[in-house]
């Protein structure tokens, strides 16, 4: 089945710093990648869209130069959180969705990144 | 934004039991929903899923029942396990061009041995 890796899966910064966080499709190619937040024991929440070769679309609410959003190629895409603050903390998560299948295809989602700022 | 102050609905179940799991959702143009089982500390795990075009599919020991006319999801496990354990959320999917996800509050399983 389809593999989405993620990295790190835990970090841990001081309040101030960025922090750069990788989604990778690992067995397909993936033109639209999607970010997520989630908060303990809260759903997911989507923060952006993030499109091969063109900006990413971001959410309501959501501080498009506070999440940078990059995906340079069809297998990549990376989330900087800058100027980390301990209110950032959070679990985040991305998903894919494969190129070649149409229609309903699913969204794969990776393993998660735990964010700890201090 | 969060709701703060709500806590995750639960279920407890005892092993061998079928589990039923409700969802309502809120979109009446979403035309697709999925299931998806995330374990502690780990990211969404892909269950089942159904187009509205459905109102019932069923997999390996689970179904998943669509009622389009109240929009309600629910995902039903037979002879429930304790690796079942898990939060679940149902999700839709409006038609566009980013097929994005809106996903439930989610419900915390518990099997009780």
């Known amino acids: 089945g389809a593999v989405v890796s993620q990295h790190p899966s835990r970090v841990i910064c001081k309040s101030g710093t960025s922090v750069k966080i990788e989604c990778r499709s690992l067995?397909?190619?993936?033109?639209?990648m999607f970010w997520y937040r989630q908060f303990p024991k809260k759903s997911l929440m989507l923060m952006a869209t993030?499109?091969?070769?063109?900006?990413?679309?971001?959410e309501q609410g959501v501080e498009k130069d506070k999440f940078l959003i990059n995906h340079a190629s069809l297998t990549l895409s990376t989330l900087t959180v800058t100027s980390a603050h301990p209110e950032d903390s959070s679990f985040y998560i991305c998903?894919?969705?494969?190129?070649?299948?149409?229609?309903?295809?699913?969204?794969?989602f990776g393993p998660g990144t735990r964010l700890t700022v201090l | 934004g969060e709701s703060v102050g709500l806590h995750l609905p639960t279920l407890s179940v005892q092993e061998g039991d079928n589990s039923i799991i409700n969802c309502a959702y809120s979109?009446?143009?979403?035309?697709?929903f999925i299931w998806y089982k995330q374990e502690s500390g780990k990211g969404p795990q892909f269950i089942i899923d159904?187009?509205?075009?459905?109102d019932k599919r069923q997999g390996q020991r689970v179904t998943v029942l669509l009622n389009k006319t109240v929009k309600h999801l629910s995902l039903q496990i037979a002879a429930t396990q304790p690796g079942d354990s898990a939060v679940y959320f149902c999700?839709?999917?409006?038609?566009?061009?980013?097929?994005?996800?809106?996903f439930g509050s989610g419900t915390q399983l518990t099997v009780l041995p």
């Open positions: 998903s894919a969705r494969d190129s070649i299948a149409g229609g309903y295809n699913e969204q794969f």
């Open positions: 067995d397909f190619q993936a033109t639209t």
């Open positions: 993030s499109n091969e070769g063109s900006k990413a679309t971001y």
């Open positions: 979109n009446s143009a979403s035309d697709y």
């Open positions: 159904i187009r509205s075009n459905m």
């Open positions: 999700a839709e999917n409006t038609a566009g061009s980013a097929r994005q996800l809106t």
